[in-house]
T-cell receptor, first 110, second 117 residues
Framework: EDQVTQSPEALRLQEGESSSLNCSYT??????LFWYRQDPGKGPEFLFT???AGEEKEKERLKATLTKKESFLHITAPKPEDSATYLC???????????FGKGTMLLVSP | NAGVTQTPKFQVLKTGQSMTLQCAQD?????MYWYRQDPGMGLRLIYY???????DKGEVPNGYNVSRLNKREFSLRLESAAPSQTSVYFC????????????????FGSGTRLTVV
C-alpha cells in the first residue's frame, strides 16, 4: 500500500525566512511525485511533477527536489502570498490514481 | 476554458436524504476521479473512471455510487446520507503527460462542501 507522509503539519515563517517542507513516500514503483498548492476554499492547484531521483524543478520562490525516498519543497524568501496548504502526492506504476499526504499548512507573516 | 466544474458548491442534507454531486470537464480528458477531503485525513479517493464506460472503487467507496454519464461528466451519488459523509468533495480529471511512462497530470475542481446533519 502506497504511503505519503508530510512534515511538518504546520509551519509559520516570517517574510523572507527560507525553509523546507518534507514529503516521504513508500511505493512499489514511483511513476511520479506531485506537489500541489491549496488555498482555503479552493481545489488543489498543480505546482510540480518529479519522476526521477535527482530531479529538481523551480517556480518563482519554490524549488522541488526528489530522492528515492523523499521530496523537499524549498521556499526561498517567502512572501505572505505563499501562505497556503502544500500537498504532496504519488502515482504508483500501473495506476492512474494519486495517493496524497495530509499536507503542510504554511503561514507567512509580514 | 472552464476546466473542471462542480455543482453545487455548498449543500446541507439531513441524515437519510439522497443527493447527486455533479462534475463536468471540458478538457477532453479520459480519466475522472472523486476525492473527499477531511481535516487531518488528506485527500482520499472514493471512485474513479479510467475511461468512459468504466468505474472502479477507490480507498473509501462505501456509501457512494458513481456514474460516468459520458466522456465529460462523472457524478457521485449519496443514496442515504450519514453525518460521517460530511466533507469537502473534489472532482478531478487527468490526461497522460508522458506516454512512455504513463505519468498523469491532474486538474481539480473547486469542491463541493457537504454537511449532513
Amino acid at each position: 500500500e502506497d504511503q505519503v507522509t508530510q512534515s511538518p503539519e504546520a509551519l509559520r515563517l516570517q517574510e523572507g525566512e527560507s525553509s523546507s517542507l518534507n514529503c516521504s513516500y513508500t511505493v512499489s514503483g514511483l511513476r511520479g511525485l506531485f506537489w500541489y498548492r491549496q488555498d482555503p476554499g479552493k481545489g488543489p492547484e498543480f505546482l510540480f511533477t518529479l519522476y526521477s531521483a535527482g530531479e529538481e524543478k523551480e517556480k518563482e520562490r519554490l524549488k522541488a527536489t526528489l530522492t528515492k525516498k523523499e521530496s523537499f519543497l524549498h521556499i526561498t524568501a517567502p512572501k505572505p502570498e505563499d501562505s497556503a496548504t502544500y500537498l504532496c502526492a504519488v502515482q504508483d506504476t500501473g495506476y492512474s490514481t494519486l495517493t496524497f499526504g495530509k499536507g503542510t499548512m504554511l503561514l507567512v507573516s509580514p | 476554458n472552464a476546466g473542471v466544474t462542480q455543482t453545487p458548491k455548498f449543500q446541507v442534507l439531513k441524515t437519510g436524504q439522497s443527493m447527486t454531486l455533479q462534475c463536468a470537464q471540458d478538457m477532453n480528458h479520459n480519466s475522472m476521479y472523486w476525492y473527499r477531503q477531511d481535516p487531518g485525513m488528506g485527500l482520499r479517493l472514493i471512485y474513479y473512471s479510467a475511461s468512459e464506460g468504466t468505474t472502479d472503487k477507490g480507498e473509501v467507496p462505501n456509501g457512494y455510487n458513481v456514474s460516468r454519464l459520458n466522456k465529460r461528466e462523472f457524478s457521485l451519488r449519496l443514496e442515504s446520507a450519514a453525518p460521517s459523509q460530511t466533507s469537502v468533495y473534489f472532482c478531478a480529471s487527468s490526461e497522460v503527460l508522458v506516454l512512455a511512462t504513463g505519468l498523469y497530470g491532474y486538474t481539480f475542481g473547486s469542491g463541493t462542501r457537504l454537511t449532513v446533519v
